[in-house]
């Protein structure tokens, strides 16, 4: 396993569409994968997609924490291969996000509250989940990699992308919502 450098913001891989994965039973794409969930962890972040790391695939990997989810339980390891995402509902929400391709920014992002998720696991077969709040927004936020869209291309209101810490020292009307409790940690 190895530490992929990670592209950030400005670096053409973020700005193209992935390709889909041929076969996700290949060796070489479970290396890729290893290695994706060795430089998510080192970053550290809760997501990753491969063309964070120069791999031009439609692959996603995340891990949620407990904390983060409305039923405190962790969402374990999960590795998406050729993902497709279905809104469930009408119902959007924003919330704080980072992104390991743009260090130590945050910014307020309009996302889906429910979603249903389907994608090939390691071993070539599809599943299907439903998520809810953040483990959803972090999905959408990972699968939004794979067809070259970043956060800030999703924002409404700019005034709330900056620096992590700067915005952290912003007056509370600016950093505070009742129905969000995000830092803008890294997905």
Known sequence: MAILKIARMGHPVLMGTAQPVEDPKDP?????????????????????????????????????PGERCEDK?????????????????????????????LPEMTGRVPRAVHIRYRAQGLDGKTFEREAKGYHARVVQHECDHLDGILYPMRMTDLSTFGFAEEMARAPRTIMADE????????A
């Open 73 to 101: 339980k962790d969402v374990p390891l999960t590795v998406l291969v050729n993902p497709v995402i279905e809104v469930i509902g009408d119902e959007v929400e924003e919330g704080w996000e980072g992104c390991l391709s």
């Open 179 to 186: 129905s969000d409790s995000e830092d803008g940690e890294a």
């Open 28 to 64: 070489r794409i479970h290396g890729l994968i290893a290695d994706m969930v060795e430089t998510m962890a080192d970053a550290p972040g809760i997501g990753l997609a491969a063309p964070q790391v120069h791999v031009p695939l439609r692959i996603v990997v995340f891990r949620v």
